[in-house]
């Protein structure tokens, strides 16, 4: 039997500046999708792959608020063996930095790192073919789709060490935001990571890198660059509910998987087909 993973850090603190104006106030990781904010699909997630402590990074003025919404009703469906343990990244330095303020509470222990702002589509998840591909939680292993060419520079996009159908898939590295040009690849990083504790001791050297922040995929790099580092790939695209379009999209996608023939006739008729 493969080991568990016990604990998942959920990297919650960014700005939002994509979702502005409702981000002013309420943190991204807050906003609604169909009936839940964004971050509890992604502690539910953790927990389907056997996850029981969710490390909540987030910010200082409105991290609370994510807070509360766990403990007020710790009993949330699904969830109710999650141990909910916040910790406040005190200035958005970037997704890497986010990370690092996670090792106090994860330790020397193997982890989930999931983007909260990515929701797996219903019945798709991605986090228990990670754990297959980690020689027992050994090696971090990135969640990988083939992206087309606008998405090269939106997204990290690895260096396969070989073949890219190689079983297990070797990875000598990333690079952060390549575009086209650029791209050693197009394998890109989705949100969805299982990393060794080695990745902490990294991130303590990481240099703020592309657009001045602290970058989680320069760790990811050097990890490829020690050989510890493999990817997996997706059957299925997560949806990015950190855009207007893309959590409109969502909204629509789990609300059909929730109220089925309801809703789809509902859209039906909106859309005279
Ligand atoms: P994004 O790249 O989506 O950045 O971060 P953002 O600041 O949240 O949003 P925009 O681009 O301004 O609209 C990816 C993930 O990393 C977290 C975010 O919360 C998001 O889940 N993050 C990013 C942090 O926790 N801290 C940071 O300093 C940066």
Do not use: W
């Not at 589509?121 to 292993?141: F, I, N, W, Y």
Request: proline share 6%.
């Amino acid at each position: 039997m493969s080991q568990r993973i016990e604990v998942a850090v959920i990297p919650a603190a960014g700005r939002g500046t994509r979702m502005r104006p409702a981000t002013r106030v309420v943190p991204k990781a807050l906003l609604t999708v169909v009936d839940r904010p964004a971050i509890q699909y992604a502690v539910e997630e953790a927990a389907r792959a056997g996850a029981t402590e969710a490390v909540l990074v987030v910010d200082l003025d409105v991290g609370h608020l994510i807070q509360q919404h766990f403990l007020v009703e710790n009993r949330l469906p699904g969830i109710e063996h999650v141990r909910i343990r916040p910790v406040v990244q005190e200035e958005a330095l970037g997704l890497g930095h986010a990370v690092y303020e996670a090792r106090e509470v994860v330790r020397d222990r193997p982890f989930f790192c999931l983007l909260a702002d990515n929701i797996v589509r219903p019945g798709k998840d991605v986090l228990p073919a990670l754990v297959d591909s980690s020689d027992e939680g050994k090696t971090s292993v990135m969640c990988l789709r083939r992206l087309s060419d606008e998405y090269l520079s939106k997204y990290g996009v690895v260096i396969p060490a070989g073949g890219e159908h190689d079983e297990p898939l070797e990875l000598a590295g990333a690079v952060e935001k390549p575009g086209v040009e650029r791209a050693p690849s197009r394998l890109g990083l989705i949100g969805r990571y299982l990393f060794t504790p080695e990745v902490f001791d990294i991130l303590d050297g990481v240099k703020p890198g592309h657009g001045g922040e602290i970058q989680l995929t320069d760790a990811i790099d050097e990890l490829g660059k020690r050989g510890r580092l493999r990817g997996s790939i997706a059957d299925s695209d997560l949806l990015d509910v950190g855009n207007p379009l893309g959590l409109l999209e969502a909204s629509v996608e789990l609300g059909l998987a929730k109220f089925g023939y309801a809703f789809e006739s509902q859209l039906r008729d909106r859309l005279g087909s």
